[in-house]
């Protein structure tokens, strides 16, 4: 049915006159809010909200369970280890591979982690 004859048929039922739809104007807030946040200074608190989420997947389970990321400060990732061995391990062994998968998963965002005994 056209919509012309559509409107005229209920206008004439209603007794009214069929008033259209108005347009729809509604535009996605995404973009809005990474502005937002941006000038906010919120976006590197989001970006390390991910990269901590994220440890578990980057250093593997047994990597996990010893260390705990804390906080990024100035795209350098601080991560609190729990042992001395295990500190000397992540320190000399596992430092270029993981600051390597973080830089592939999060590019810019970390340049380098620390690990600190705590």
Same mark, same amino acid.
Request: hydrophobic letters at 45%.
């Given at each position: 049915?056209?919509?012309?004859?559509r409107?005229?048929?209920?206008?004439?039922?209603?007794?009214?006159?069929?008033?259209p739809?108005?347009?729809?104007?509604?535009?996605? !807030? =995404?973009?809005?809010? %990474?502005?937002?946040?941006?000038? &906010?200074? $919120?976006?590197? +608190?989001?970006?390390?909200?991910?990269?901590?989420?994220?440890?578990?997947?980057? !250093? =593997?389970?047994?990597? %996990?369970?010893?260390?705990?990321? &804390?906080? $990024?400060?100035? +795209?350098?990732?601080?991560v609190?280890?729990?042992?001395?061995?295990?500190?000397?391990?992540?320190?000399?062994?596992?430092?270029?591979?993981?600051v390597?998968? $973080?830089?592939? +998963?999060?590019?810019?965002?970390?340049?380098?982690?620390?690990?600190?005994?705590?």
């Open positions: 049915m056209k919509p012309q004859l409107a005229r048929v209920i206008a004439e039922w209603r007794g009214l006159p069929e008033t739809f108005p347009q729809d104007t509604s535009k996605p !807030v =995404g973009s809005l809010v %990474a502005k937002l946040m941006t000038q &906010l200074g $919120l976006a590197d +608190r989001m970006r390390e909200e991910e990269i901590v989420a994220a440890w578990r997947e980057v !250093v =593997g389970d047994f990597l %996990a369970q010893h260390s705990q990321p &804390l906080k $990024l400060v100035e +795209r350098v990732l601080y609190r280890v729990l042992q001395p061995s295990m500190h000397f391990e992540l320190e000399r062994t596992w430092r270029p591979e993981i390597k998968k $973080l830089k592939l +998963r999060f590019g810019r965002a970390v340049r380098d982690v620390k690990f600190r005994v705590g």
